[in-house]
T-cell receptor
Framework: DAGVTQSPTHLIKTRGQQVTLRCSPK?????VSWYQQALGQGPQFIFQ???????QRGNFPDRFSGHQFPNYSSELNVNALLLGDSALYLC???????????FGPGTRLTVL | GQNIDQPTEMTATEGAIVQINCTYQ??????LFWYQQHAGEAPTFLSY????GLEEKGRFSSFLSRSKGYSYLLLKELQMKDSASYLC??????????FGKGTRLSVIA
């Protein structure tokens, strides 16, 4: 049983560019949450997707958008990248009635 | 509002016991998670406390006091591989997890 997978592992972009990160949830999970983790900080909630809709959103600008597909996989898109967007982006999946979230390995985004 | 506090760094000796504290102030509370995160890796689940008291799982134990808004993670017989960041996170039901900044534990010989 594959756990949560994310791609790519690492990514380097320049300011102003756009990026798309991908996540496949653990088998049997229908809810996907995205977190941003800056160096030395705890993960910060970006948004959560369930049934292909954004269910909740954290305190992130509209440059951050997402999507969930019928197979429950998800994408995180960030437009007009800023240097401060450099971070580890974590995807976590869960079953809608369960509390525990399983994290993927993350995508390390560097914005130059 | 939501606020989670835990110490930034701790150092302990191999074979010793260390206690990592976490205090929380959240609107609505179901339970408290502890995650371990090695540098550059994803957080991995350690424990989830809903009821007051101590829950033991091998070398790791976690304690919760709902009335005091307080939890701790206890690590016994420390090993070098326990060097990592330890994150506590509040679960408020339908809202997403709120994480503390993490406690970076260094285990020294």
């Amino acid at each position: 049983d594959a756990g949560v997978t994310q791609s790519p592992t690492h990514l380097i972009k320049t300011r102003g560019q756009q990026v798309t990160l991908r996540c496949s949830p653990k088998s049997g999970h229908d809810t996907v949450s995205w977190y941003q983790q800056a160096l030395g900080q705890g993960p910060q909630f970006i948004f959560q997707y369930y049934e292909e809709e954004e269910r909740q959103r954290g305190n992130f600008p509209d440059r951050f958008s997402g999507h969930q597909f019928p197979n429950y996989s998800s994408e995180l898109n960030v437009n007009a990248l800023l240097l401060g967007d450099s971070a580890l982006y974590l995807c976590a999946s869960s079953r809608t009635r369960d509390n525990e979230q399983f994290f993927g390995p993350g995508t390390r985004l560097t914005v130059l | 509002g939501q606020n989670i506090d835990q110490p930034t760094e701790m150092t302990a000796t191999e074979g010793a016991i260390v206690q990592i504290n976490c205090t929380y102030q959240t609107s609505g509370f179901n339970g408290l998670f502890w995650y371990q995160q090695h540098a550059g890796e994803a957080p991995t689940f350690l424990s989830y406390n809903v009821l007051d008291g101590l829950e033991e799982k091998g070398r790791f134990s976690s304690f919760l006091s709902r009335s005091k808004g307080y939890s701790y993670l206890l690590l016994k017989e420390l090993q070098m591989k326990d060097s990592a960041s330890y994150l506590c996170a509040s679960d408020s039901g339908n809202t997403p997890l709120v994480f503390g900044k993490g406690t970076r534990l260094s285990v020294i010989a």
